[in-house]
C-alpha cells in the first residue's frame, strides 16, 4: 500500500493506493501547519497505515533543482527548506507533514513529487525574466506549478487516443487557482504561473498578472503585508464580482458577477493564445480542475474566443488526479 499526502497550510488530504488504484481517501480541515502531525497521527490509526511499503507527498516548490520525483533523505529535505521563501504558504505545510510522518513511521521510506518538476522543460528564453544575471542567481524566475495535474493531463489524453498523444496541447487547469501550459511533445515548452503562483490568469482570489510598478504602488499604499493579501487574497472573481466560487458568479446574477466571468474567459483567451504561440500551433485542447471539468459555459466562452485556431480540434475534459500521478511516480521509482 502506498499513502499519498498532499499537505496544505490549514488542512491535509491523504490517499491510499493499492498499486495504482485508489481504495481510500480523507481530508481534515482548519488544523494549521502545526496540527498535521496529530492529524497523520490519527489518520494512520484508522487504518490509513496498514501494510504501507512507502508515503509520496505532493511539495510545491522544488526550486531550479529538484524537478523529478525522488526519495526523500536529509539532502532533499534541506533542499526543499531553502525552497520556503520562495512558497512560504506551502512548503512549510509540506515539510510539517513529511517530518511528522517520519517521526510517525520512522522506517517508512518517503518521497517527494514536486508543483514545478513538469516546467523544468522550458527553454531557458521562457523561464528567464529580463533581470540582471545577480538578480537571477537569488532564484528570481519563472517557475511554473500545478505540474502533477499537467503531468496527468498528459497520462490521461494519451491512454485515451490509445497511447498517442496530440504534439500541440494546450492544456487549461482552471480551478481556484488557474494557469494554462503549452505542452509539445508531452513535454512543457511555457506556462503561464511564473515566480509564484499569482501570475497570469484571473483566479479566485489571486489578480493574475499585473504591472509591476502596480504592486510597487500597492506596497507603498498598504506595506508589503497589505499588498501581498490584496493580490493573494482579496482580488480575482472575488475583487470582481464579490464571491470567488464561479458557481456563485453565475447564480449571482449582477453585472459586477457576470463581468468577472467575463474576465475570467477573457483573460484564459488571452493567455491561451501565448501559450499556442509558444507551441507553433495547437493540435487538441484540455480542461481540468473544479471549473475546467463543471463548468461548460466557461469552456465553451474559452473555445469560442479560441475558434479561430482551434475549431475542429479535439477538446478533452480530464478528471484532476495529481494524488494518482504522485502514486504512479512513486510506483516507478520503487
Same mark, same amino acid.
Given at each position: =500500500?502506498?499513502?499519498?499526502? @498532499? ?62 520525483? /525522488? ?11 531553502? /525552497?520556503?521563501?520562495?512558497?512560504? #504558504? ?85 480551478? @481556484?487557482?488557474?494557469?494554462? /501550459? ?18 497570469? #490568469? ?37 475583487? #470582481?464580482?464579490?464571491?470567488?466560487? =464561479? ?17 475570467? /474567459? ?69
Amino acid at each position: =500500500m502506498l499513502l499519498v499526502v @498532499n499537505a496544505g497550510s490549514s488542512s491535509l488530504k491523504v490517499a491510499l493506493f493499492d498499486g495504482a488504484v485508489q481504495v481510500r481517501a480523507a481530508q481534515v480541515g482548519e488544523i494549521g501547519t502545526d496540527g498535521h502531525r496529530a492529524a497523520l497521527e490519527r489518520l494512520l490509526a484508522e487504518g490509513f497505515g496498514r501494510g504501507l511499503t512507502a508515503a509520496g507527498h505532493r511539495v510545491v516548490h522544488g526550486g531550479a533543482d529538484l524537478t523529478a520525483t /525522488c526519495r526523500i533523505d536529509a539532502g532533499v529535505l534541506a533542499r526543499i527548506e531553502a /525552497c520556503v521563501p520562495l512558497a512560504p #504558504l506551502h512548503n512549510p505545510a509540506n515539510l510539517a507533514a513529511i517530518r511528522a510522518l517520519a517521526d510517525l513511521a520512522p522506517d517508512l521510506p518517503q518521497f517527494a513529487s514536486f508543483d514545478t518538476g513538469f516546467h523544468a522543460t522550458n527553454p531557458e528564453v521562457a523561464w528567464r525574466y529580463a533581470l540582471p544575471a545577480a538578480v537571477e542567481a537569488e532564484g528570481i524566475r519563472r517557475y511554473g506549478f500545478h505540474g502533477l495535474s499537467y503531468a496527468a493531463i498528459v497520462r490521461k489524453v494519451q491512454e485515451n487516443g490509445g497511447g498517442v498523444l496530440p504534439e500541440s496541447l494546450l492544456a487549461l487547469h482552471l480551478g @481556484n487557482g488557474a494557469s494554462i /501550459c503549452a505542452i509539445r511533445g508531452g513535454r512543457s515548452v511555457a506556462t503561464t504561473m511564473g515566480y509564484s503562483p499569482l501570475d497570469g #490568469l484571473t483566479m479566485g482570489t489571486r489578480s493574475g498578472g499585473i504591472d509591476g510598478n502596480a504592486v510597487l504602488r500597492l506596497a507603498e499604499l498598504h506595506g508589503i503585508a497589505g499588498a501581498a493579501r490584496i493580490l493573494n487574497r482579496e482580488s480575482g472573481l472575488l475583487g #470582481l464580482g464579490g464571491a470567488s466560487d =464561479m458557481r456563485a458568479l453565475h447564480g449571482a446574477g449582477t453585472a459586477a458577477a457576470r463581468f468577472a466571468v467575463a474576465h475570467f /474567459c477573457y483573460w484564459a483567451v488571452r493567455h491561451a493564445g501565448s501559450m499556442i504561440a509558444a507551441m507553433g500551433g495547437l493540435d487538441a485542447v484540455a480542461f481540468t480542475g473544479g471549473i475546467g471539468e463543471n463548468d461548460a459555459f466557461v469552456r465553451g466562452e474559452i473555445l469560442r474566443g479560441l475558434a479561430f485556431v482551434a475549431a475542429g480540434k479535439p477538446v478533452f475534459v480530464i478528471a484532476a488526479e495529481e494524488e494518482r500521478q504522485i502514486a504512479m511516480e512513486v510506483l516507478a521509482l520503487l
